[in-house]
């Protein structure tokens, strides 16, 4: 063997060893068919092809399809997908799995009919080898070759490719396992989420919706749709649709004849399965515009209980798209929403007689709770409208040979309200006259003309007529209307009017008979309301409820009258101060107990927190035995009078007070005690939580604390507290200004000290101490309630304010008065004296003696001496209130050192 041959021979089996090697790491069956491509043999081919059988090859319609190319031809037919089956080429079915089928030129070759020649030249092969894909179980297709040159193939090529085709059909084959595998991994995936959501969602819509999303998804399929039976109108309904598809079908209100002209239509009249491989062949397919991609479609029929409730749709682009696991696993899944749809609807069945009942049972309600008749008959036909989800609804009254409107939901109620029905015309007539339920369906309301209300549109309708009638008479009609004569009212609807029809007639007779009694009671009561006062009639007891009371009682009180009633949650004893509370069931019961009448006055809170005054005259009311039944009394609100009394006793207090500190301010000739007592009697008597009082100093430039009441008080007297004379105060804006200044609420005062030591204070008023024209101070009250003054506070306040001002100026003069007599006196004993001394250190002496009286601390006398070159003081006589001496007596202090020197 020559070299150049030993090395051709290992480079092709290095070339087949890295076929083999892209061969198992190929994931797509086109990868696998390219692991060849740079084998010679293949390279030099014009076409090759991966053909793989669909399903069974035993099967009766036998079908393969071109799952992998590789083509060298520039004009070459894109053949990737097509599927191939015996009446196309027969030939291929007839070849024998344990040989290669080989074709050494097409135009020698008997074997070939006419159509397969055609084909074949019209692809340009002169020839091809066929090598049955094989594995130790099944024969599951070919892999084709075609040359464009005759005899292409020699023996040992032919051997080459078989061991390739054996090595392709096993990785062919686990892909096909793997992918199957993968197929049925999502299968049993979307079973269990079909049965996941059929065990817990009843909505119905929402069911079929998550169920039709789930099978698309799972399967991989074009379109599923999920169809209900209307027996009644022989219809599939479409009822669930996937994708944009579905959206516009739903929309469109698709259905289909329960028929064998649609695939769905044969399957639910037969409860079977139909399939159709090719939808171009199945004369059952209906071809539906809007799925124009579907090659292939599945019906499977929803039973559940041996009953045909519908079916499902599953339609794929594909040919020949459903294998028998594909089959499988869907009828699993669609007798489980069969089960699922069933239960549903019986929920909703439920449902929906849970909801007409709580709808009879809240209209029952709402009717109690109202017994006037013309808020009754609108409650009820809005009720029943809204009910039964319809546009229009109607109650009329029987007024003779007549039906009147007196209520109207929808429009057009005036219209409406304007029309009277002759009984036994129309259905509210026919109603009336056989006191039977009547259903129409108007499709031509033109030929009913008793249905015609003027200046409102004919329009197709379908309505019920109810008749209102209790044991005795006719009371009306309820009508209800709905439009459009396609959209009829259920028996269930119909029974939920019939019921509230019933109750109507409950609620109106009651209405005509409170309405009797009420005529009655109002003509008791306004001679009760003529009454200036709460009459009552009450049970004595621990809630002293009333069984009745006039409404004066909430002119009283604020609050509604019903809830002072047995069954309320409120009574006078509970509004009644808590200090007054106790004695004035005491004085009551004594009178009771000596059955004689009693009158008492307390006080309540209204419904605003507010105090009033009540003054109360009753008796007791005693039967044959002398037992107490019940107290009869009257009420009166006499909050103005006792306020008016209230207001006289506190004004005399105050002019008490201010004479009271007139009192003081005669007797107490010392200024700090006379304001002590001053602001503890003001604080006192006008019940605030502070007052004090401030003096100008002899600057006029600070308003000195002097006074303060309580704890507050002793701790600014302490720290020397003291108020700069501008706006930044209250004192000190009115020291300024030489006016009050009142501030309701010190929130919104901007002229405010905020002092740390009344942190309660919310509301506060200064007053100028004025004494011949002169501010000399301020007088500051403060308290814990907001709104805290009154006109009569601050006039009163301010009259004290100026007698305390004459007081003080006068304690002042006095003062001065007192301190001019006593040193004019002193300077006179003293100059007596000094007159007499004969010494200088006498007069030393007197004249410190003298000095020490006065309000000084040290008293120093030196003298100058010394030469003219050094010159001294010398201190003669020195004396120290606190005997703090710092130069004794004798010593000399240098001129220029001395502290003197400046004199």
Known sequence: ???????????????????????????????????????????????????????DVDAVEKKARVEAVLDTRPDAFDVMGNVYTFDTIPLFWKIDPAKAFIIEDIHEDRRLNPRSLAILERLGVRSMIALALTTTKAHIGWLLIENQTPHAYSAEDVDFLQILTRHLAVAAQNHRLALRAQQRARQIETGAEISKITSSILDLNRLI?????????????YYVGVFLVDMAANQAMLRAGSGQEGKRQLEAKHSLALDEYSMIGWCITNKQARIALDVGQDA????????????????????????????????????SAFSNDDIASLQIMTDQLANAIVNSQLYQKAQQSTQELETLLEINRDLSAS????????????????????????????????????????????????????????????????????????????????????????????????????????????????????????????????GIAQQAAIAVENAGLFAAAQESKQQYLAMVNNIPGAVYRAKFGETYAFTYVSNELFEITGYPVKRFFSDGDLSILSLMHPEDRDSVRQKIRQDLEHKQPYEVQYRIF???????????????????????LYIDGILFDVTNRALLEQSIQRRAAQFEAVAQV?????????IDRLLNEAVNIISDTFNFYYAAIFLLDKNDEWAIFHAGSGSAGKKLLEQKHRLKKDEHSMVGWVTCHGEARVALNVDLERHRFDNPHLPLTRSEMALPLTSRDKVIGALDVQSVEENAFSKEDVDTLQLMANQLANVIENARFFKFTQSSLYYANLLYHTTQTLLETKTEDELFKVFIETLSRSDIDTVSISLYGGPPE??????????????????????????????????
Not at 481 to 490: E, K
Not at 662 to 670: F, H, N, Y
Not at 870 to 879: A, G, H, M, S, T
């Open 1 to 55: 063997m020559r070299q150049t041959e030993i090395v051709q021979q290992l480079l092709d089996k290095a070339q087949i060893l890295d076929a083999l090697q892209q061969l198992g790491e190929a994931r797509t069956l086109q990868e696998l068919l390219d692991a060849f491509k740079d084998l010679p043999i293949i390279k030099e081919a014009a076409h090759t092809s991966l053909i793989l059988f669909e399903g």
């Open 209 to 221: 919706a998550q169920a039709v999303k789930l099978i698309k998804q799972g399967f991989e399929f």
């Open 284 to 319: 059952a397919h209906f071809n539906n515009p809007y799925l124009p991609l579907t090659r292939s479609e599945m019906a499977l029929p929803l039973i559940s209980r041996n009953m045909i409730i519908g079916a499902v749709t599953i339609q794929s682009e594909k040919p």
């Open 371 to 498: 017994m006037d008749l013309t808020k009754l008959l609108d409650l009820i036909v809005h009720k029943a409208t809204d009910s039964v989800k319809s546009e229009h609804g109607a109650i009329l009254l029987a007024d003779g040979d007549v039906l009147i409107p007196r209520a109207v939901a929808g429009d057009y109620v005036e219209q409406i309200l304007a029309v009277k029905v002759p009984v036994g015309q129309g259905a509210s007539g026919l109603a009336a006259k056989t006191k039977k339920t009547i259903t129409k369906i108007i499709e031509k309301p033109e030929e009913n003309k008793h249905f015609v209300v003027p200046d409102t549109p004919l329009e197709p309708e379908v309505l019920v007529a109810v008749p209102i009638q209790s044991e005795a008479r006719l009371i009306g009609v309820l009508l209800v209307r709905r439009l459009g004569a396609d959209n009829a009212f259920s028996g269930n609807e119909v029974k939920l009017l019939e």
């Open 606 to 628: 209204n419904q605003n927190g507010q105090i009033k005054y009540v003054l109360e005259r009753g008796a007791g009311v005693f039967d044959a035995k002398e037992r107490l």
């Open 662 to 670: 007139g009192q003081k301010a005669s007797a107490i000739l010392d």
């Open 870 to 903: 050094d010159r001294y003081f010398e201190v003669k006589e020195i004396w120290d209130r606190n005997n703090n001496i710092v130069y004794p007596k004798g010593t000399r202090l240098n001129v220029n050192a001395s502290t003197l020197s400046r004199l």
